[in-house]
């Protein structure tokens, strides 16, 4: 697979003020964190103005192509199909920034008392073939099933790393937020779900269990690696940023920026 042509910055351009706004759509895992990115930015730049919203990695990415933003957030990598639709709009066949990394969790209820599972038994839990908690050492009641809507990128990188791109299990409960998500869990004392690290609030974070080792999603586990389920939180623009975009990246990717990553609860690229 071919992938985009990756940019690198020159030194930090002038910061200058917004001509119109900014606008940025796309990942709801990234939502927060872009948006305080945005208030943190025009607080120290009075008179810019950025537009952050939600919607999915999908449909950031559909709204990249079509021109309808300047930046896509997308908690995934862009597909192919995708990148050949930028690259028959894009002189430069598009730019991916890596923002911040992030390690997809399964949420289970407080009350349940299992505290890790597999790869391969999350794999059987969300393509059906397990359908009791007893089966993967849990208590003798049913698992239900909480999913992301397919134009997440959650749910894209969830079918691609665990699922090897099979379909989730015609049981799972389509949400429209990771917010969503916890929010069930959280009042279904069978449930599970998954979403960013950052989400994890009022439920209990499932460790990956490797061998004898179970696996939490920290700092060091993901930038290493070493958690199974890491990836990475993407900018998408058209082009090399200049200018107004330019300036906001720099700032995320700043001291400053990247503070808020590990505020926001997810773990910074430098």
Same mark, same amino acid.
């Given at each position: 697979?071919?992938?985009?042509?990756?940019?690198?910055?020159?030194?930090?351009?002038?910061?200058?003020?917004?001509?119109?706004?900014?606008?940025?759509?796309?990942?709801?895992?990234?939502?927060?964190?872009?948006?305080?990115?945005?208030?943190?930015?025009?607080?120290?730049?009075?008179?810019?103005?950025?537009?952050?919203?939600?919607?999915?990695?999908?449909?950031?990415?559909?709204?990249?192509?079509?021109?309808?933003?300047?930046?896509?957030?997308?908690?995934?990598?862009?597909?192919?199909?995708?990148?050949?639709?930028?690259?028959?709009?894009?002189?430069?066949?598009?730019?991916?920034?890596?923002?911040?990394?992030?390690?997809?969790?399964?949420?289970?209820?407080?009350?349940?008392?299992?505290?890790?599972?597999?790869?391969?038994?999350?794999?059987?839990?969300?393509?059906?073939?397990?359908?009791?908690?007893?089966?993967?050492?849990?208590?003798?009641?049913? +698992?239900?099933? @909480?999913? $992301?809507?397919?134009? &997440? %990128?959650?749910?894209?990188?969830?079918? #691609?790393?665990? *699922?090897?791109?099979?379909?989730?299990?015609?049981?799972?409960?389509?949400?429209?937020?990771?917010?969503?998500?916890?929010?069930?869990?959280?009042?279904?004392?069978?449930?599970?779900?998954?979403?960013?690290?950052?989400?994890?609030?009022?439920?209990?974070?499932?460790?990956?269990?490797?061998?004898?080792?179970?696996?939490?999603?920290?700092?060091?586990?993901?930038?290493?690696?070493?958690?199974?389920?890491?990836?990475? +939180?993407?900018? @998408?623009? $058209?082009?090399?940023? &200049? %200018?107004?975009?330019?300036?906001?990246? #720099?700032?995320? *990717?700043?001291?400053?920026?990247?503070?808020?990553?590990?505020?926001?609860?997810?773990?910074?690229?430098?």
């Amino acid at each position: 697979m071919k992938r985009l042509v990756f940019l690198l910055f020159a030194a930090l351009a002038p910061l200058s003020a917004l001509a119109g706004p900014l606008t940025i759509k796309g990942s709801d895992t990234m939502v927060v964190l872009t948006q305080r990115w945005a208030e943190e930015y025009m607080k120290a730049h009075p008179g810019a103005k950025v537009q952050v919203t939600g919607g999915g990695s999908g449909t950031g990415l559909s709204a990249l192509i079509n021109g309808t933003t300047d930046i896509a957030t997308s908690s995934r990598q862009m597909k192919e199909a995708e990148q050949s639709k930028l690259r028959a709009r894009s002189k430069s066949g598009g730019v991916e920034i890596s923002v911040a990394k992030d390690g997809v969790t399964f949420y289970v209820n407080e009350k349940n008392p299992l505290t890790s599972l597999t790869v391969e038994q999350l794999k059987k839990i969300y393509l059906g073939d397990v359908t009791n908690w007893k089966d993967v050492g849990g208590p003798d009641a049913p +698992l239900v099933l @909480y999913s $992301r809507e397919n134009s &997440s %990128g959650t749910y894209v990188f969830v079918k #691609d790393h665990l *699922l090897g791109g099979d379909d989730f299990s015609a049981t799972a409960q389509t949400l429209p937020g990771t917010a969503a998500v916890v929010n069930a869990v959280a009042k279904e004392k069978n449930g599970i779900g998954y979403g960013g690290a950052a989400y994890a609030k009022g439920v209990k974070e499932l460790k990956i269990k490797v061998g004898a080792e179970e696996i939490a999603p920290t700092v060091e586990n993901v930038k290493s690696g070493k958690y199974p389920l890491a990836r990475d +939180l993407f900018f @998408y623009l $058209r082009d090399q940023p &200049s %200018g107004d975009g330019k300036a906001f990246i #720099d700032f995320c *990717l700043s001291e400053a920026g990247q503070q808020l990553v590990t505020q926001v609860g997810y773990f910074r690229v430098k």
